[in-house]
């Protein structure tokens, strides 16, 4: 059983540019969360998708944007990168919320860096 | 605001015990996480406090107490694995998780 995959590992870009991360979840996991994880930094929360809809938003503006498919895969994009957005991009899945430990299963992130 | 404090750095010798102290003020709060992450990796879970009390799963254990806005990762017979980030975590409602900033271990011979 395949745990949550992310894709690409790394990923260099320059500033004003525009990247799209992917993410798949767990088998049997419905939402999807992205965080952003600066150097030193405990991640934080981007939005979270449930039934191809944005569930919740964190403090990201608006050239933070995502999508999620009927098969639950999510994609992350960022319009005109700044330097600033540097950081590991991780997508967590879970299962309907209240079944159990509300456990978030977390990819191996995408490590971005903007030149 | 969402607040949770943790230690920045923490370094501890291989056999002994380490307590990881995380206080937190948070709108809200259905359950606390504990997560490991070793430099470069993904976080891994721990354990999830929802109650008061003391959760003891193997050489870690995490203490919860609601009131005081504080909890507690301990960490038994320290091996050299051990040394990773320790993201202490909050959770207020639908899977969104409010993380501290994290406490770096190592953990020497």
Redesign the interface.
């Known amino acids: 059983d395949a745990g ?1 995959t992310q894709s690409p590992t790394h990923l260099i870009k320059t500033r004003g540019q525009q990247v799209t991360l992917r993410c798949s979840p767990k088998s049997g996991h419905d ?1 999807v ?1 992205w ?1 952003q994880q600066a150097l ?6 981007i939005f ?1 998708y ?1 039934e191809e809809e944005e ?2 938003r ?1 403090n990201f503006p608006d050239r933070f944007s995502g999508h999620q498919f009927p098969n639950y895969s999510s994609e992350l994009n960022v319009n005109a990168l700044l330097l600033g957005d540097s950081a590991l991009y ?1 997508c ?1 899945s ?1 299962g309907y ?1 209240g079944q159990g ?9 995408t ?1 971005l860096t903007v030149t | 605001g969402q607040n ?1 404090d943790q230690p920045t750095e923490m370094t501890a010798t291989e056999g002994a015990i380490v307590q990881i102290n995380c206080t937190y003020q948070t709108s809200g709060f ?2 606390l ?1 504990w ?1 490991q992450q070793h430099a ?6 721990l354990s ?1 406090n929802v109650l008061d009390g003391l959760e003891e799963k193997g050489r870690f254990s995490s203490f919860l107490s609601r009131s005081k806005g504080y909890s507690y990762l301990l960490l038994k017979e320290l091996q050299m694995k051990d040394s990773a980030s320790y ?1 202490c ?1 909050v ?1 207020l ?10 406490t770096r271990l190592q953990v020497f011979p």
């Open positions: 949550v939402t969360s965080y030193g930094q405990g991640p934080q929360f979270q449930y569930r919740q964190g991780l967590a879970s919320p430990i509300p456990e978030q299963y977390f990819g191996p992130g490590r | 949770i259905n359950g996480f997560y470069g990796e993904a976080p891994t879970f999830y993201l975590a959770t409602n639908t899977d969104k998780l409010i993380f501290g900033t994290g």
